[in-house]
């Protein structure tokens, strides 16, 4: 395989770019040129603290053909800043919506890249897939993705990085590492997974996103591909029972919700999907099929449906702070973290999220996620909310003084499950509150089947809304600085539920209660600079 240099100020593009005294000038003009000489699984590398500039429509990267022939994008040389800077042109007109077009590739790796939208770009790396193609098995390493367009210039993305699939692609979307990353300063997400699997974040950091985000932004966001109905297109196949046809992308139906009171989310029927009983919904032979109870036309009862699964997610490590509340948002938004719009199975683990205008951890809609070890604190919302989400797992959390914002903003505890959640576990957390909530937990009434187990609550004026927790711990914990509790009622006071605390420490067999067991802490967010 071939190493290709480039340096935009020493080279030149009529030099053949096979060694550093020889590096072309341009990635532009070589790509344009239709990549002469190059193949799949090539490396090319670019001079630390120069930038290309990517004037033209559709310049893109060279795809990789497997795991184990990959295309690599990465930096050489010494300069100031450890990275090769990616910006569309400064001034003029924009020919490209974004940077680098990377839909329809897989398999490449992208290190120590600076892309900066300047403002006007609406992505930075266009990675998502086209079509039936596929667009999987990439990796960034030590990146920053900042200054996407904004909302104010009509621009619908606005987020450092959005990757996985389309509202029609069919091509698969798995199989993502991001590392050692950072996403700040764009206008609506700082990082979006879109309808992708099997996807690794690690040592990230998320910080000033979602300041000009009307229907909200968060640090780190992922969804399903979804769609509003129109006010057309239903047929009513017996009594209740209505349905519509999918679209030919629509593989599967995984979520339905609409705005009919005791039906706002329906469950799905898999053993006679065309006789939904009231309250649930069916997928057979390419038609959606939905029983809300009425025999009424559901045109206008709000029908939204989830489909382009998003799903195993794992973002560990990590921290979230700064991340804005755009006032013009329906509802509370610039959350440290979310599992946003029904993305399931999946984990946040060891994160820290501090000091944003939402919650710190966010679950909505989606099923069976887990927030474990995670640190939540100054938040202008819940430490953790749930809306909508069944079987989440939130366990050995430290969530302390959130809450801080103003009426509308805040919630009414460190904890909250909105209507429509159910199952799950909330054990062996810290909860601690300096005045700012009335309760430690707010379970909604019709929130069943949560078990909840040895939390430690300090300075709530109430425990719960609901008779929900169970050998609770009403103690201050003592936190110090690196929120290590030293009270003995809470240090080994819990159950051994496995894992590691928050700085990477094995959990003893009888571990403290929260995310840190009472260790020195070490080290954890690190970024590690290529040779």
């Known amino acids: 395989m071939t190493v290709w240099y480039f340096d935009s100020d020493g080279g030149s593009d009529s030099n053949n770019g096979k060694s550093e005294g020889a590096a072309k000038k341009f990635y532009e003009t070589f790509v344009l040129a239709g990549f002469p000489g190059a193949a799949q699984g090539d490396t090319y590398l670019f001079k630390r603290g120069t930038t290309q500039v990517i004037s033209a429509a559709n310049v893109g990267a060279g795809s990789g ?6 295309t690599r994008y990465g930096a050489y040389g010494v300069a100031q800043v450890p990275y090769s800077i990616w910006t569309p042109p400064p001034t003029g007109g924009l020919n490209n919506a974004y940077v680098l077009n990377v839909s329809g590739k897989s398999y490449i790796d992208f290190e120590d890249m600076y892309f900066d939208g300047l403002g006007r770009a609406t ?15 990439h990796a960034i390493r030590r990146c920053f993705f900042t200054n996407t367009a904004t909302a104010a210039l009509g621009i619908p993305n606005g987020s450092g990085l959005i990757f996985g699939g389309t509202d029609t692609s069919t091509g ?7 590392e050692d990353s950072e996403f700040f300063g764009n206008p609506v997400h700082g990082m979006i997974v879109n309808g992708a699997h099997d996807v690794v974040v690690r040592r990230c950091k998320f910080h000033g996103n979602g300041f000009d985000a009307p229907t909200g932004g968060h640090g780190f966001s992922s969804k399903y591909r979804l769609q509003e109905f129109t006010t057309s297109g239903w047929t009513n196949t017996s009594g209740t029972i209505w349905s519509r046809a999918l679209a030919v992308y629509q593989l599967d139906v995984y979520y339905v919700i609409t705005n009919v009171s005791n039906y706002g989310r329906l469950t799905k029927n898999i053993s006679t999907p065309t006789t939904p009983a009231a309250g649930e919904f069916g997928v057979s032979a390419g038609t959606l099929y939905i029983n809300v109870g009425s025999s009424t036309d559901p045109k206008n009862q709000s029908v939204r449906y989830a489909w382009g699964r998003c799903y195993n997610i794992l973002v560990e490590d990590c921290e979230a702070w700064g991340n804005f509340n755009d006032p013009r948002a329906t509802d509370v938004e610039g959350h440290g973290f979310a599992f946003d719009n029904w993305a399931d199975s999946s984990i946040f683990r060891r994160n820290y999220s501090h000091d944003n205008q939402g919650a710190g951890f966010s679950l909505n809609l989606g099923d069976n996620n887990t927030v474990e070890s995670c640190i939540a604190t100054r938040n202008q919302a819940a430490g953790f909310q749930a809306a909508s989400a069944k079987g989440s797992m939130v366990n050995k959390n430290t969530f302390v003084n959130n809450n801080l914002g103003q009426v509308g903003i805040r919630a009414n505890g460190e904890i909250v499950m909105f209507p429509n959640c159910g199952g799950g576990e909330i054990k062996q957390n810290i909860l601690q509150n300096y005045g700012n909530r009335q309760y430690a937990a707010d379970i909604f009434p019709d929130v069943t089947g949560v078990s909840a187990d040895r939390n430690v609550t300090h300075g709530y004026p109430l425990l719960e809304r609901a008779a929900v927790l169970q050998n609770t711990i009403i103690e201050n914990p003592y936190l110090d600085g690196e929120f290590r509790p030293s009270n003995p009622a809470v240090i080994r006071a819990g159950n051994n539920l496995g894992g590691k605390d928050f700085y990477g420490k094995q959990f003893y067999s009888q571990p403290n209660i929260g995310a840190v067991e009472d260790v020195s802490a070490t080290q954890r967010r690190l970024f590690v600079r290529a040779k």
């Open 172 to 178: 698969d979307t798995g199989d993502y590492l991001i």
């Open 65 to 70: 053909a497997s795991t184990t022939q990959r």
């Open 123 to 137: 992505y930075t790396l266009y990675m998502l897939a086209s079509g039936a193609t596929q667009n999987s098995g």
